[in-house]
């Protein structure tokens, strides 16, 4: 039997700067991508996410693939989104990821199905990500369920959720991540982040709020491979990208090498905010880069626990 | 209001081509005022569909398809016709059916919501039925309907600029609660968390009716 | 007779006077709250200030605001709007970017390049481009800020210039909350930022769609009204004769009462009648352009003394069906399509023209043409761009009945295009085509 408290979680709570990763799943039901992915990452994150049919895109399912994780001994984080569930899939399918050893999951609205490959989908939101963070929560302080049943086992996820600094209207959106900390999320992972200096405003009203001290605040950064993708990622709602970092992707010799710095030097001024307790990396078709970059950030070793 | 497109003419031709008597009925509600079935639309669909000339065509417009008391001053016309293409929205193509039991009934449009007439030729989805009305909440702004994720406690990470990340030309209505709760000094209602809703008494719960005793002419 | 003075502006008592001595008997509205209560026929003169940057109109704030920069300092003047500017502002811009250049001043002016320059100014311009003042027309232009200082790019299809600049000058000119509330009042109808005066915006001195609403810029006038006041006692006193010729009239009966011809009228000429639960037309304001009767979902107006029923026209046996709008291409018709195999319906706007019309032709004629305005041209709010698009959506409905959608066409044109209109006659007669 797994421990009932994630590595995650205790590393959060040992006070450590916490490094976490992302697997997406593959668009089959390929072991061997998973597996691979995972081995990858075992040693230089702490944890990785992996992600739940991202921007509605059809994908294996994201506790298969926590497990497929797990067993190569990389500890994953599961994401359920309100999408494609309703409250009695989204209780079931996390009964069974805790029976599965699964400690950690992160609950979110998800990308809007007319995004992915199946706009004809008919979507769920019977709840939205503040309800389900609640549900899980209590869940898990009461042991029962949304309809008031009693559960007979029930699970202690440590329970994460999602922040974007640069989505409007600012203030609802603080007020927003305040109702999710309140409904029970104990760590937050933030949209990736390009716009440092805007970033570090949003924290200072995190700061002035108190979430940070709530809930730990992991910030999220994309480790583009190319010219083109960082101009695709300009172009996603809810996120913001200066031109200045388009323009000197296009304008460097070495756009990969050009990336990295650039995701570097963001990292180094992260790791100087106020309230920020790790980081969370994303490199999208391009998950091979992640140790040099976690190693370049001086965030290698990563910490054991006893 | 009911708003409705009309269906692509060509699906409609494909309908009633084994007909030679076609009665178009318009209603002349709701669907007449969207400009999706009224008799101006019966009339010029009637035009367009007669351009061959094997088919004969009568254009009749009750008030409403959806009272009985209306259709029957029809009754005559439709015993003429071999079907019935229906202009109204579902509920009016549906009660025709259910009245004229031995008569084929075709839909003419796609009934798509219930909202209102922005401006000339533009109109705007505004509410879903959803039988449990929280716009006390919401400033008047309806959550279900006009959020793409029918979210109750705030906006999704998706919304930018006060636009919806699914359709740039969609309000985020999240931005429209804040805007309108922030005028009416009334922000502390967005620091409530609503729980999660009971769905019953939308589509959900089945087929939904409403019954009024005391209104009922007999018991039970 | 009676007439409205509206909104608050810098006119003289003799302003007023000269009025009520031309014979008006005039109420004061110097609110748009003000104006409840009045008949909505009853003739309005709007004053009105537009506001223009103190920067081209006040000297002393042009001196000040130069002040503190290094002589060698580009000074840009942004004339960016589509339209024409009114001559007041145009020439006002001249003026200060002359009088920049005369104490050594670089100066540029940029201008869109679909603004038609007033030619009664072309020797101020040659007069200032002599001083060395700049003049650069352009089509696109992108415009950022660092540091206090412009950087403009403008293209003007061939090549790019950019501009440095710290005094950069919007000449643009805009409405005014007060004026805002006034043409809310008065239902007159807004187009983009502005607010229709025939095919200008609306803060060009004239009239509005709505006939019986002029509509006064009195800084535009250097504050002398007087120059006005003439043509405006003939203007409303016109205004007391019905209109001429036919009006639209609603059906009570067929109403839906749901507003639709309230909202698309574009001279304000429809409004609840309580008492009827209907719709009515206000004779006085209607303008017959028909896009009521086109508009309306219940069929409920009609031309008055037109009959209600069968609005086909004849059968004429002829190949081709003309719908020409009556403002231009019925003029550009006039002897242009002799001895062609065409009969031609006047129509009083091309927003009149419906789906219906059209298709009902297609089963009498070979082809059917529509004609009307171009671009910009249309007196009734852009009637001539609405017809044009249901064109469009009847040929893609006429395909995919599996119709030739060739047999429908449609062509703008103004009065004086007597060949290209017959020139399309003629093409379109020549195409053949399946019965």
Sequence with gaps: ?306 | MIIASQKPIDEIKEYIKDYKKILIAACGTCVTVCLAGGEKEARELAELLSLDGDQEFRVVTPERQCDSEFLAEFDENVGWADVVLSLACGVGVQYMAERYVKKPVVPGLNTSFMGTNRDAGYWTEMCQGCGNCVLEKTGGICPVARCSKSHFNGPCGGSADGKCEIDPSTDCAWQLIYDRLKSLDQLEKLYETIPPRDWSTSRDGGPRKIRRPDVAIEEG | MKAVLAGKSNYSEGFKAALTEAGLELIMADTASDLKGLPEEMPVVLLYDAKISPLVTDRAVLDRSILGLKPHDMIVFLMDKDEEASPYVESRVIDAASYLASIKRRVTVLMRSSRASDERFDDRYMSARNKGVTFIKYDDIEISENDEIYLIEVYDGKISVSLETPLLIDCGEKPTPELEDFVKALRLRTYGDGCITGNRWFLNQGSTFKRNVKLINTIALDGDLNKVIPALVKDIHALSKPGQGQTAFVDSKKCAYCYTCYRVCPHSALGPDENAAAMKVNDLLCAACGICVAVCPASAITFKGEKVEGDRAEKSGKKLKMFCCENSALIASKNALDGLDAAVEAVPCGGDITSEMMTKALKDYERVMVAVCCDDACKHRDGNKRVIRQVERLKERLEKLGHDSHRLSCIQTGVTMSNILKGAAEKALSGGGKK
């Design chain 1, 1 to 306: 039997m797994a421990e009932e408290k994630s590595k995650l979680q205790r590393l959060f709570e040992a006070g450590e700067f916490v490094v976490t990763g992302e697997i997406g799943p593959p668009r089959g039901a390929d072991v061997e991508h998973v597996h691979k992915a995972a081995e990858g990452l075992r040693g230089v994150i702490d944890a990785a996410n992996v992600t739940d049919n991202q921007t509605s895109i059809l994908r294996m399912s994201s506790i298969a693939g926590v497990l497929l994780a797990q067993q190569k001994g990389v500890e994953g984080v599961a994401q359920m989104t309100c999408r494609d569930r309703n409250r009695i899939a989204i209780q079931s399918d996390l009964l069974g990821a805790w029976a599965l050893g699964i400690r950690n999951v992160l609950l979110l609205s998800g990308d809007h199905q007319s995004f992915g490959n199946d706009p004809q989908a008919k979507n769920v939101y019977d709840v939205d990500s503040v309800q389900v963070i609640k549900i899980m929560a209590d869940l898990k302080n009461e042991g029962r369920f949304l309809n008031g049943k009693k559960a007979k086992t029930a699970p202690k996820f440590f329970i994460g959720t999602t922040a974007n600094p640069f989505a409007d209207p600012e203030e609802l959106q603080l007020i927003r991540l305040k109702k999710k900390i309140k409904a029970g999320a104990q760590f937050v992972q933030t949209q990736s982040i390009y716009d440092i200096d805007r970033f570090e405003r949003w924290m200072e009203k995190v700061r002035e709020w108190g979430l940070h001290k709530e809930a730990y605040i992991e910030a999220g950064v994309i480790v583009n491979k190319s010219v083109r993708s960082v101009e695709v990622t300009q172009t996603v709602p809810g996120m913001s990208v200066p031109d200045s970092i388009v323009e000197r992707m296009r304008k460097a010799k070495d756009p990969k090498e050009e990336s990295v710095n650039i995701v570097l030097e963001i990292i180094e001024r992260i790791k100087k905010i106020e309230g920020i307790s790790g980081l969370h990396i994303m490199a999208i078709g391009w998950e091979e880069i992640v140790p040099e970059v976690v190693k370049s950030a001086g965030l290698l070793p990563r910490p054991t626990l006893n």
